[in-house]
C-alpha cells in the first residue's frame, strides 16, 4: 500500500517555519492517522531524509527574498505535481513584506551589522511571483485542521474549499461577541475566513493574517477603525500592513519608497 | 400559517443510486451519461426540468435533464468539467454510480408549444437541457408544426451530441442550422453569431421559441425576435442559476423576487423581462 | 386554552424542575464587557436564566436551525439522513422572534417540507416570554406589527409595578398541549382577572417603547422600495460602507439562505453533507462557475446585494408571508461594523429620497 500514497513534501524559505511546527500539533493519534494516506518524504521539522525525488504535493512555507531563492523554487516545482503555498508568508509574503515599505528596516533590525553582505535581500514576494502555485493554505500559522482538509480534499482530487466570505461569517456562526461591540476594534470585515475566527472568540481582534477576501473594502475599513475602533488616522490606514502589505490598495505606491 | 400536520415527511435531501449505462465524450470538456434508477423505477420527467446530481465527499450539482422522457428505460445528462463535482462525475466509469435528487423545476410547458411553429435557439451547453425537448418533438413530430433548431457554439470544438447533430443535418423532421464563432481547419459550414442564422430562414410570428444558452445571447436573440414580432409570452427561456437544494430555500438561484429552482429554470420571457438580475 | 400564576418564589423550582425532564433552551448572559450580551443556550440552572435580557446575539431560530447541521452522513458508498429530533423546551423567546420563527416554519413548509427543520422545531415546546429590556437598536414597534406573534404555546408575562397587597410573578398563558405539558412543573394557580389585565396592559403598552420608528404603512414601504430598485445612485450611496461581511443576514431571524458542503473524515473514506447559514450579501453568494475558470456573478457588486436584501426583507415575500421578512429585532444594526444595515435608516432614506423625487 505503502506506495499508493501521496508523496508530500515540505520546503521553507523565509519564514518562521510555526506553519510546519503546527502540523506537529496535531496529537499522536490524527497524525498517525494522516500517515495512513499521504508519506511525508521531507519535512525539517520532524524528520532529517531529504528527497530529489518526484513528489505529489510540495508544500512550501515563507516568502522569496533573494535570488537564490528562484532555483529551488523553479526545481521544486518541476518535481512536484501540485504546489501548496503553506501558510501566509507563502501567499502574500505576509509579516515579511513589511520590509517592503520601510526603507531603514535593515539597521533598525540588525543594527551594526547591517552591511553585512549575507544580509541583502529583494522585496519580500509570494511564491506565486516566482512558480505557478496550485493551491494556497492561508493564515499565520496555518489552521491544521482547515490544512487536513485540503489535504483530504487533494487527496480526492477535488479543488480545495477556501471561503471568499470575511471572518465575520464565522464569528457570527460561533455566535462570538464583535469586537467593535466590547469597545476594541478588528480586522474580521476584510479577512479571508476559514480558520473558524478564533482570535476573536478568545477576546483578541483579527489582524487580518490570512489575508484579504477578494475584495476587501478598504476605504470602509480605515473609517470604521478610526471611528469605532478608535485608532488615529494614521493607525487605521496603516493598521492592515501587518499581514496584507502587499495586498493593499496603495501598496505599490509605498514600496516605490523604497 | 405553522400548525405542522403530524405525518412523516421524507428527508428531501437524501438523494437516490442512478447507475450509470453508458459514457460517451461529447467535447474535450463534456460527457454524456446514460443513467438508469439503482431500483430500476421509471424517471417520470418533463423536457426542461433539472435533476441535483451529487457524488458524496464532493457535492451536488443542477443538472439539466438531456433526454426525452419518451425514451422509457433511461435517461440521460451531460457534464460539463467546470466545478469540483463535475470534474469528479466526468470520472467516473460506465457501472459507477452517481446520487439523484428530483427532477425538479418548472420544465418547457409542452401543451402552450403543441401546434404551433416552433424554433429552439441552443448556444453552447444550452443545447443539454433542450436536447429532452428536441428529442421529444422528434419523437412526436406531428403533435407541432414547423420546427426549427439554431445551434451555435464558440468553435467546433465545442459542439455536442456529434451523432444527433449528423441526424439532424439529413432529418426532415427539423429544419436545423448550425453555427460557430470562429471556424477551424476542418468546419465547411457557416461562420458567426447565432443571430446570422436568422437570415437563413423565415420565422413566423406566431412560432414559439426556445432560448437556452450563455446570458449575452439572450439579448441579441430577443432582439432579433422583437423585428419578427413574436410576442415575450410565446418565448421561453431557461436561466442557469446557481440551484442548490432545487426546493426553494437555501436563496442561491433567486432572481428578484423569483426562485430559477421552483419557478423556472424556464420561464416565460414575458414573466422575467422586468426582473433586472434575469439577464 | 387556560391563563395560570405563578409566584415569583416558586418560579426558579418551576424552571430547575423542567430543568430534570427536559432539555431547555433560554437566554443566558454570554459576557459581561463593555455592557451585557445574551445568547440562548442550554440552560444549566435557573440562576443562569435571564428574561430580562435584551437581546440575543444569534436569534432563537437556532435551536431548529443551527448555524451548521450535517444533514447527510455517507461512509463506504453508504449514507443516510441524521434526523434525530429529542423533545426540548425553548423559553424566554421575545414576541419579535415569535413572528420570525412563525415565517420560518412557514418557508421550510411550503413547496417541499424540510424535515431537517421541521422535526427539530415540532420537538420544541415554544414559550413566549415578555420584553422586559428593550434593546437600542429595535424598532418591532412599527414594523410587522399588523400580524400578530402566534405558533408559541405558551406566554409568560412578569407582572410589575403592582401593588403592595399584590403578589410579585408571571402570568402563564397556556394555548395548547405542548404548552399544558409544562403545567406539572411549577406550582401554578389560576390567574385572577386583575392579572390577566395586568399581563395585556404590560404587552400592550411596551410596543410604544421602541427607541426607533417607521411611520409608514407596510404597502407604502413595499411599493416605494420596489419604485426604487434603479436608483442605482442611492443604492451606491447606502452600500458604500459595505463590507459584504454577512453579519447582517447571520445574525438576521427571518433569513434561511444556507449552503451545502461535504468533507471527508480523517480516514478519507467516511464523510458528511453539511450545511451552514450562507449570507446573500456575501460576494460569491450568486456566483457561478462555468467553463475554462469563468464565472458569472448575478450580483456582482454590494449595492446589488444591499438591495437585494432589502427588497427580500421589504417586498418579496410580502404577499406569501402576509408581512414584512423583517420583525425589527435590530440585531443587523448592532452586528453591523459600518453602521449601514439599520433598517431603519435605509428605508427612511429611500422614502425621503422618493419623496423628494416627486416634489
Redesign the interface.
Known amino acids: 500500500m505503502a506506495n499508493n500514497k501521496a508523496k508530500v513534501a515540505f520546503f521553507d524559505f523565509a519564514s518562521c517555519e510555526g506553519c510546519q511546527i503546527e502540523l506537529t500539533n496535531y496529537g499522536d493519534k490524527?497524525f498517525l492517522?494522516?500517515l495512513?494516506?499521504i508519506e511525508i518524504v521531507e519535512f525539517r521539522e520532524a524528520m532529517s531524509e531529504k528527497t530529489s525525488d518526484p513528489i505529489d504535493i510540495a508544500c512550501i512555507e515563507g516568502s522569496y527574498t533573494r535570488q537564490a531563492d528562484c532555483q529551488r523554487l523553479l526545481d521544486i516545482r518541476c518535481r512536484a505535481k501540485v504546489v501548496i503555498s503553506y501558510g501566509q508568508c507563502a501567499g502574500t509574503a505576509g509579516i515579511n513584506a513589511l520590509k517592503n515599505h520601510q526603507a531603514d528596516y535593515q539597521s533598525f533590525v540588525y543594527d551594526r551589522d547591517a552591511g553585512m553582505p549575507h544580509l541583502d535581500s529583494d522585496n519580500a514576494k509570494p511564491i506565486s511571483s516566482i512558480i505557478k502555485v496550485d493551491y494556497q493554505v492561508p493564515g499565520c500559522p496555518v489552521n491544521r485542521y482547515e490544512f487536513?482538509?485540503i489535504i483530504?480534499?487533494l487527496?480526492?482530487?477535488?479543488?480545495p474549499?477556501i471561503p471568499?466570505?470575511?471572518v465575520?461569517?464565522e464569528c457570527?456562526?460561533?455566535?462570538t461577541?464583535?469586537r467593535?461591540?466590547?469597545?476594541d476594534h478588528?480586522m474580521?470585515?476584510?479577512t479571508r475566513a476559514g480558520c473558524g475566527a478564533p482570535c476573536p472568540a478568545d477576546g483578541i481582534p483579527c489582524e487580518g493574517c490570512r489575508g484579504f477576501?477578494?475584495?476587501?473594502?478598504q476605504?470602509?475599513?480605515s473609517?470604521?477603525l478610526h471611528e469605532?475602533g478608535g485608532l488615529s488616522l494614521h493607525r487605521a490606514e496603516s493598521k492592515s500592513l501587518l499581514f496584507n502589505a502587499n495586498e493593499r490598495d496603495n501598496a505599490n505606491k509605498e514600496s516605490e519608497i523604497d | 400559517m405553522t400548525a405542522f400536520e403530524n405525518k412523516k415527511a421524507e428527508n428531501i435531501f437524501l438523494p437516490r443510486e442512478a447507475v450509470i449505462l453508458n459514457i460517451k465524450e461529447t467535447s474535450q470538456l463534456e460527457k454524456h451519461f446514460t443513467l438508469r434508477n439503482a431500483d430500476a423505477s421509471k424517471m417520470i420527467f418533463e423536457p426542461g426540468q433539472f435533476l441535483e446530481v451529487s457524488l458524496f465527499g464532493y457535492g451536488e450539482i443542477p443538472i439539466g435533464l438531456a433526454s426525452s422522457p419518451t425514451r422509457e428505460n433511461s435517461f440521460d445528462i451531460v457534464i460539463r468539467t467546470v466545478g469540483r463535482v463535475s470534474t469528479a462525475i466526468n470520472q467516473l466509469k460506465e457501472g459507477d454510480s452517481l446520487y439523484i435528487r428530483g427532477p425538479y423545476g418548472n420544465g418547457f410547458k409542452l401543451e402552450q408549444l403543441r401546434s404551433y411553429p416552433i424554433l429552439v435557439v441552443a448556444g453552447g451547453v444550452g443545447v443539454c437541457p433542450t436536447r429532452s425537448l428536441i428529442q421529444y418533438i422528434m419523437d412526436r413530430r406531428e403533435e407541432f408544426k414547423s420546427f426549427t433548431l439554431f445551434y451555435g457554439t464558440r468553435d467546433p470544438s465545442q459542439q455536442l451530441f456529434l451523432e444527433d447533430l449528423k441526424q439532424w443535418r439529413c432529418s426532415d423532421k427539423v429544419e436545423y442550422y448550425e453555427t460557430v464563432d470562429k471556424a477551424d481547419e476542418h468546419w465547411e459550414g457557416p461562420v458567426g453569431l447565432i443571430t446570422e442564422l436568422f437570415k437563413k430562414t423565415s420565422i413566423a410570428a406566431e412560432t414559439r421559441v426556445i432560448i437556452c444558452g450563455p446570458p449575452i445571447m439572450f439579448k441579441f436573440v430577443i432582439y432579433e425576435l422583437d423585428k419578427i414580432g413574436i410576442a415575450h409570452n410565446h418565448i421561453f427561456v431557461d436561466l442557469e442559476r446557481r440551484m442548490k437544494c432545487a426546493i426553494g430555500k437555501c436563496g442561491h438561484c433567486q432572481i428578484n423576487n423569483k426562485y430559477a429552482c421552483l419557478d423556472g429554470p424556464v420561464f416565460a420571457l414575458s414573466d422575467i423581462s422586468n426582473l433586472e438580475e434575469a439577464f | 386554552m387556560n391563563t395560570y400564576f405563578i409566584k415569583e418564589s416558586d418560579f426558579n423550582n418551576f424552571i430547575d424542575n423542567m430543568l430534570l425532564q427536559l432539555p431547555v433552551i433560554a437566554p443566558v448572559l454570554s459576557s459581561e464587557s463593555v455592557e451585557s450580551f445574551f445568547s440562548f443556550e442550554f440552560l444549566k440552572n435557573h440562576d443562569e436564566l435571564r428574561l430580562d435580557y435584551d437581546i440575543t446575539i444569534l436569534p432563537p431560530k437556532k435551536a431548529f436551525f443551527p448555524p451548521r447541521q450535517v444533514i447527510i452522513e455517507f461512509s463506504h458508498g453508504k449514507f443516510h439522513g441524521t434526523v434525530n429530533a429529542k423533545k426540548q423546551v425553548l423559553l424566554g423567546v421575545h414576541p419579535y422572534d415569535i413572528k420570525a420563527i412563525d415565517q420560518t416554519d412557514f418557508l421550510f413548509t411550503e413547496n417541499y417540507e424540510d424535515i431537517n427543520y421541521t422535526a427539530y422545531r415540532n420537538a420544541t415546546t415554544l414559550v413566549c416570554s415578555n420584553i422586559q429590556t428593550i434593546s437600542k437598536r429595535a424598532f418591532w414597534g412599527s414594523i410587522s406589527h399588523d400580524v400578530p406573534a402566534r405558533g408559541h404555546d405558551a406566554f409568560l408575562t412578569k407582572l410589575t409595578d403592582l401593588n403592595e397587597a399584590e403578589e410579585e410573578g408571571y402570568l402563564f398563558e397556556v394555548f395548547n398541549e405542548k404548552g399544558h405539558e409544562l403545567l406539572s412543573f411549577g406550582q401554578f394557580l389560576l390567574a385572577t382577572e386583575l392579572q390577566i389585565q395586568q399581563a395585556k396592559s404590560i404587552n400592550e403598552s411596551i410596543k410604544d417603547k421602541c427607541p426607533q420608528q417607521l411611520n409608514y404603512s407596510q404597502d407604502e414601504m413595499a411599493n416605494t422600495i420596489c419604485r426604487s430598485f434603479n436608483n442605482t445612485a442611492l443604492w451606491d450611496e447606502l452600500a458604500q460602507d459595505c463590507f459584504s461581511c454577512g453579519s447582517c443576514n447571520t445574525t438576521c431571524p427571518t433569513c434561511y439562505c444556507f449552503n451545502v458542503e461535504d468533507s471527508w473524515n480523517i480516514d478519507q473514506q467516511s464523510g458528511q453533507r453539511t450545511r451552514y447559514w450562507d449570507s446573500c450579501m456575501t460576494e460569491d453568494f450568486a456566483k457561478i462557475s462555468s467553463a475554462d475558470g469563468q464565472s458569472e456573478n448575478f450580483r456582482k457588486t454590494t449595492a446589488a446585494r444591499m438591495r437585494h436584501r432589502i427588497m427580500r426583507k421589504m417586498v418579496y415575500l410580502n404577499d406569501k408571508l402576509g408581512t414584512q421578512a423583517c420583525v425589527g429585532c435590530g440585531r443587523c444594526s448592532i452586528a453591523c461594523t459600518a453602521d449601514i444595515a439599520d433598517p431603519v435608516n435605509i428605508i427612511k432614506r429611500i422614502m425621503e429620497e422618493a419623496a423628494n423625487d416627486s416634489l
Do not use: T, W
Open positions: 490524527d492517522e494522516l495512513q494516506h487536513l482538509d483530504s480534499h487527496l480526492h482530487g477535488k479543488e474549499v471568499n466570505y470575511p465575520c461569517v457570527k456562526r460561533n455566535e461577541i464583535c467593535f461591540l466590547a469597545g478588528c474580521g470585515m476584510v477576501v477578494d475584495n476587501p473594502n476605504y470602509a475599513l473609517k470604521v469605532k
